[in-house]
């Protein structure tokens, strides 16, 4: 499991950053690595709140709860999320509630996963207590399949 922090730039950009534990965001955080994805300062610290995700990856920014950008910048960055999502997780289509509870029971391996749920479906999920996060709205589904 990762642990998912919401963070804030010293500009009140809100982003997100998954990372392995509470000491890989210090770790990260002390040698200026983390950085706001809309102006890049590394004047970036953590709100109270935290949620969890099924990934093993760290370092991966989405972007919710953005201000507004422009056009162009925001082709740019769902253009650089899709890319990332893609290269980085596998695509179980509709099986994606059920791969995430297996994974959760350890009846498969661990890994970084994209796929379909429904509205119940994610629902029975929390209630087992496995979190999963939605993909930004404006990720462009094509390039994903
Ligand atoms: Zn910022």
Not at 28 to 47: A, D, E, M, R, Y
Not at 58 to 81: G, H, T, W, Y
Request: aromatic letters at 6%; hydrophobic letters at 35%; a neutral charge.
């Amino acid at each position: 499991m990762m642990v998912v922090y919401d963070l804030i730039c010293d500009s009140e950009h809100q982003f997100e950053g998954w990372f392995k534990s509470e000491s890989d965001y210090l770790e990260q955080n002390k040698q200026g690595i983390l950085c706001c994805p809309i102006c890049n300062s590394t004047l970036v610290h953590k709100l109270p709140s935290a949620s969890y995700i099924s990934t093993k990856k760290s370092q991966l920014v989405s972007q919710k709860n953005m201000p507004k950008k422009s056009r162009a910048q925001i082709d740019r960055i769902v253009k650089e999320f899709s890319s990332y999502i893609t290269a980085n997780t596998e695509d179980v289509g509709n099986q994606f509630a059920e791969e995430a509870k297996k994974m959760h029971y350890g009846e498969v391996v661990e890994r970084n996963i994209r796929g379909n749920a429904s509205v119940d479906e994610v629902k029975s999920l929390k209630e087992e207590g496995i979190d999963v996060v939605p993909l930004p709205v404006l990720v462009d589904k094509k390039k994903l399949n």
